[in-house]
T-cell receptor, first 113, second 113 residues
Framework: GAVVSQHPSRVICKSGTSVKIECRSLDFQATTMFWYRQFPKQSLMLMATSNEGSKATYEQGVEKDKFLINHASLTLSTLTVTSAHPEDSSFYIC?????????FGPGTRLTVL | GEDVEQSLFLSVREGDSSVINCTYTDSSSTYLYWYKQEPGAGLQLLTYIFSNMDMKQDQRLTVLLNKKDKHLSLRIADTQTGDSAIYFCAESTLNQAGTALIFGKGTTLSVSS
């Protein structure tokens, strides 16, 4: 099946710093990518939908200035958590839309100290 | 809004069948999905069913769809300890950004030997 990678898989940062997470579709082109956030023992919460070459569409309650999304090519979308705080600590998962479904990356564990 | 409900826990013995149930609300969902998540990992697509189908079988997995009751189930035959994971049901729905997936909270399957 289609492969989606995320980098880094785990990141620990100090409060106030910014962190960039990359999501790549490795063997297919994805005009649409999605970013999810998952809290422990919770479901995935859709944060935003990213379309190549246009601005991301954010879900209600997600701060667009806090979570910057860039989808500059058909195989790469980035999520930047700006001025991260401990409450931003979470598991961030991206997915890329393929022919018949979404293919998920392995996730990035962000810990903000 | 759209909602997907699942029971939170299921415990079975190795070799038994597991049945995980899910209800959804969006009657216009084109596809319904089952994903598996192992600890600390991303989501793995297990199987999906098109909304005009009643049943789909794929090796040990059987998906049943009752569109009238908006009920979806996943049966795992001959459950193994390696099947222990969280299983997410998801429906496809249209939002302002296009098609998105709405996930249930996940069912934790525990398989004892």
């Amino acid at each position: 099946g289609a492969v989606v990678s995320q980098h880094p898989s785990r990141v620990i940062c100090k409060s106030g710093t910014s962190v960039k997470i990359e999501c790549r579709s490795l063997d297919f082109q994805a005009t649409t990518m999605f970013w999810y956030r998952q809290f422990p023992k919770q479901s995935l919460m859709l944060m935003a939908t990213s379309n190549e070459g246009s601005k991301a569409t954010y879900e209600q309650g997600v701060e667009k200035d806090k979570f910057l999304i860039n989808h500059a090519s058909l195989t790469l979308s980035t999520l930047t958590v700006t001025s991260a705080h401990p409450e931003d600590s979470s598991f961030y998962i991206c997915s890329a839309r393929g022919m018949d479904t979404q293919y998920f990356g392995p996730g990035t564990r962000l810990t903000v100290l | 809004g759209e909602d997907v409900e699942q029971s939170l826990f299921l415990s079975v013995r190795e070799g038994d069948s597991s049945v995980i149930n899910c209800t959804y609300t969006d009657s216009s969902s084109t596809y319904l999905y089952w994903y598996k998540q192992e600890p600390g990992a991303g989501l793995q697509l297990l199987t999906y069913i098109f909304s005009n189908m009643d049943m789909k079988q794929d090796q040990r997995l059987t998906v049943l769809l009752n569109k009238k009751d908006k009920h979806l189930s996943l049966r795992i035959a001959d459950t193994q300890t390696g099947d222990s994971a969280i299983y997410f049901c998801a429906e496809s729905t249209l939002n302002q950004a296009g098609t998105a997936l709405i996930f249930g909270k996940g069912t934790t399957l525990s398989v004892s030997s």
